[in-house]
């Protein structure tokens, strides 16, 4: 890809650097944590925050202050709109408030290198996704082990990406888009939330699966894209239901495909990429919440409980169907499901990204 930046207080965009054209398999669908640095302005609140009536916790910690749940992206992207329908829910279930804050840079890495080495005490928690397993690949300088250096609590929701443009790019659907590209190769924006973000790996199988280039347009998260492609300051997308799905069906946005086997019941008239001849453009985002390594059991136990009553409250599953999504499974909701996803996302994607010389 031919990659640029945001300036953030412009949208201005700048070049970085040119490459060649990724060979992507197609097989394949720190410092310690300066939360107080973030400033009263970067946490707030989830949707709902639980009070001193908690009931006492599996695990038998009860936590005696607010709870933070680090974001590694913007707010209002689907990472931080994920974070929030659990945190009220999960805020009731341990008696305290739960404070969700994000700390964005480096594709995700920034937050996690901060969360690994945050105090072992329960109290930051940090959200992430599929870029956990493919941070290792792509930034050799990491800081942290995803494997090691935290605790699982576990899966939270697995989401479909959909491939969106503005309303005023001229393709109009998938076949469309595919022959824009291929006629102005290294030209199209593309935006995405850096390397390593979701929007970043959607973007290299669209890249891949094309055959041409892309000129990437880095944000601190795809909420902030959204901004800019529902004002056309850039040209397309590839991002999660969870920050789609509202804009698809206002039809504010255009949508090419979605990038699951099946279409969304929340998006009945999207087709799969499949559908629109993109077969090997397929990705599910995964989540879950992870600790500092040290933290004991019993805390971790507790966050884990807080973290499976919140996936079966009914209003969190009623909002995450509305996003084109659904709490994972309870047996996924576990520290056991979740590291065993880890290691095998990381097996799957080391080879990719290391033979697309990402
Ligand atoms: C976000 O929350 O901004 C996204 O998850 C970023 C991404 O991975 O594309």
Not at 296 to 308: R, S
Request: glycine fraction near 12%; include cysteine.
């Amino acid at each position: 890809m031919h990659r640029e930046e945001t300036n953030p207080s412009t949208h201005a965009v700048r070049s970085v650097r040119q490459r060649a054209p990724v060979r992507l398999s197609a097989a394949i669908a720190a410092a310690a944590l300066a939360l107080a640095a973030c400033g009263p302005g970067t946490g707030s609140p989830g949707p709902a925050s639980g009070g001193p009536a908690g009931t006492g916790t599996a695990g038998g910690w009860q936590p005696t202050g607010p709870i933070t749940i680090v974001v590694p992206f913007a707010a209002g992207g689907p990472t931080d709109t994920v974070t929030r329908q659990i945190a009220g829910p999960m805020g009731t279930a341990l008696g305290q408030q739960i404070v969700v804050s994000n700390v964005v840079g480096a594709g995700g890495t920034t937050a996690a290198g901060q969360v690994a080495a945050a105090p072992a005490d329960g109290y930051t928690v940090l959200m992430h996704h599929i870029g956990m397993s493919t941070a290792p690949t792509l930034y050799p300088d990491l800081g942290f082990d995803p494997l090691t250096s935290f605790k699982t609590l576990g899966l939270v929701t697995e989401v479909p990406m959909t491939i969106v443009g503005g309303s005023e790019f001229a393709p109009n659907t998938l076949q469309e888009l595919v022959a824009h590209v291929k006629a102005n190769p290294g030209t199209v924006n593309y935006a995405n939330a850096g390397v390593g973000a979701a929007s970043h790996l959607c973007g290299l199988l669209i890249e891949q699966a094309i055959g041409a280039e892309l000129n990437e347009v880095e944000f601190e998260g795809t909420g902030p894209a959204m901004d800019d492609l529902l004002g056309n300051q850039v040209d397309f997308m590839c991002d999660q239901t969870t920050n789609t799905a509202t804009h698809i069906t206002a039809g504010t946005i255009k949508a090419y495909g979605i990038t699951s086997a099946e279409r969304n019941d929340a998006l009945p008239a999207v087709p799969t990429t499949a559908e629109g001849g993109l077969a090997d453009v397929k990705v599910q985002v995964w989540h879950g919440l992870y600790v500092p390594s040290a933290t004991p059991d019993n805390v971790a136990q507790a966050l884990t409980a807080a973290l499976q009553t919140a996936l079966a409250d009914a209003t969190v599953a009623a909002e995450f169907a509305k996003l084109g999504t659904a709490p994972v499974a309870a047996d996924q909701a576990t520290p056991a499901a979740h590291t065993a996803k880890l290691q095998a996302e990381i097996e799957v994607w080391r080879p990719l990204l290391e033979a697309a010389e990402e």
